[in-house]
């Protein structure tokens, strides 16, 4: 008869394998547009952000702050309903200068990740 901890170790094994990495980490931007740091010749109209994994639709949020500390976004955040990695907003006229993107969104393992970032439109 084979030893007890000859077939508890394979079965954790597979336990161990069977859970979803993914479930376990925090959201990550990665990819946004306008990226980081870019310098667009027009104005965008929407700023799109999308992460590694989806993230949960209650408490995003999604800022675009102009360099007077003035809110420029009009305030309508959503999430794409077919991919949960991406949310987006629509943005007023923007004229040249140099917009800060603040954002907020919940992790699918609860974790809450915020950040922010630059972008420029050039005269």
Do not use: C
């Not at 949960?84 to 907020?104: K, N």
Request: aromatic share 8%; net charge negative.
């Amino acid at each position: 008869m084979p030893k007890l901890t000859t077939l508890i170790k394979p079965l954790l094994l597979f336990a161990a394998l069977s859970f979803p990495l993914t479930a376990l980490a925090h959201a990550i931007l990665v990819k946004s547009q306008p990226a980081k740091d870019e310098e667009v010749a027009e104005a965008p109209k929407q700023i799109d952000l999308w992460f590694n994994d989806p993230v949960r639709s209650e408490y995003k949020a999604l800022a675009v702050i102009d360099s007077e500390g003035k809110r420029v976004d009009k305030r309508d955040v959503e999430q794409d309903l077919l991919d949960g990695s991406h949310i987006h907003a629509s943005v007023e006229d923007l004229p040249p200068g140099t917009y800060t993107i603040r954002y907020r969104v919940v992790s699918e393992d609860t974790h809450i990740v915020t950040g922010k970032f630059q972008f420029t439109v050039k005269p």
